[in-house]
Structure formats: C-alpha cells, structure tokens
C-alpha cells in the first residue's frame, strides 16, 4: 500500500471511531473528574509505555487548564524504578499510591490499550484494586475489550477497535482525543 492510501485509511478509521466511540461514556468520565475536582480530590494518571507518556501530558493538561490537582508515577523515573527493584513491576504503582495516601475523593485515570489483565498490566490492576478498596474513583481510557479496567472502572472509555493491526495507536491517539476533552469539559461548566 502506497503512503496516500495508508494515510487515506488510517484517517478513515479515525472517522469510524469518531462516529462509533460511545460519548456516554466520555460524559461518564468527565462527571466523575467533575466529582474529584469538587471534593477536592487527586487525580492519579497510570499508564504504560506510550499511554506512561500520555499520562504526563494528561498532568500538566489537567492541572494547568483544569485546574485538578493531578499527579503520574511515572514522571518519577528514580522513584518508579527504584519500586520496580525493590517490590516488582506489579506493585510499582500500589506502593506509590499508599504512599501518596491515595481516598476517597481521589481517583485513578487509567490509560491503556488493553486495561490490564490475568497476564498483561498487572501493575494497573493492582492500581485499580487498591483505590476501590480505598472507596477511589477509578476511570479509564481504553480499547479492545477494556480489561479489568472496564470491569472496575466507574467511567470507562472504550475507543472502538476499527482495525486490529492498528489498535495501539488509535487507542493511544484517541486517550489525548478523551482527555482533552474531559479537561475543556472542566473549564467549560
């Protein structure tokens, strides 16, 4: 397939998601960023590889135009690795959000593609485990079937999967979609 016709597809994809992706669920999510922000509660953004990047953008988006007090383990590379060492990659975030004191009144963004699972993102699921014991919020961003996270999650975002080969990158494309949202929502009302 020539460069035009990638670009023609992916962009078409990009309008199959835009029609499909069910804005009851953005709604959802920005209702319950809405509730922590009255509460004065924290938002935790959690994220892997390129959704650990979204995540500190999401922070700055957030704290910044919204006016959330938000915060992303892994803007703390010493800290985050220094966790992975010492209790393992799948405790990395719960031995950050005890220490962080993590309430109600907080909650979790979790930004996934697939949003953890028996063997995949362990370190999200036992995230999520722990604001819900803790009586957190927990809101995700994700793809494919939603994982735990659209078992647990008190707003769940699915970005519709309109192409296999291209899950990751319309679900990290359209977290940034979500997000941005959300927080103009914040400004907005």
């Not at 892997?48 to 919204?66: E, M, P, Q, T, Y």
């Not at 995230?127 to 809101?139: P, Q, W």
């Not at 979500?178 to 929502?185: D, E, G, M």
């Amino acid at each position: 397939m020539d460069d035009k016709a990638y670009i023609a597809r992916y962009l078409e994809e990009t309008t199959r998601i835009s029609q499909t992706i069910e804005q009851g669920s953005i709604a959802g999510l920005v209702a319950v960023l809405r509730g922590v922000k009255a509460a004065q509660g924290r938002l935790f953004i959690l994220g892997v590889g390129g959704s650990a990047g979204n995540a500190s953008h999401a922070v700055n988006d957030f704290r910044k135009i919204g006016g959330l007090e938000a915060y992303a383990p892994t803007d703390n590379v010493s800290e985050l690795t220094a966790r992975i060492n010492d209790i393992g990659w799948d405790q990395c975030f719960t031995g950050w959000l005890e220490v962080s004191h993590l309430r109600a009144g907080d909650a979790l963004l979790v930004l996934s593609v697939g949003g953890g699972g028996p063997n995949v993102s362990q370190n999200l699921v036992k995230a999520m485990e722990l604001a819900k014991a803790r009586g957190a919020k927990v809101a995700a961003i994700v793809s494919r079937d939603g994982g735990t996270a659209a078992k647990v999650a008190d707003a769940c975002v699915l970005v519709p999967v309109v192409s296999p080969e291209r899950v990751t990158p319309h679900a990290e494309g359209w977290q940034g979609v979500v997000w941005h949202l959300a927080v103009n929502a914040l400004v907005q009302g």
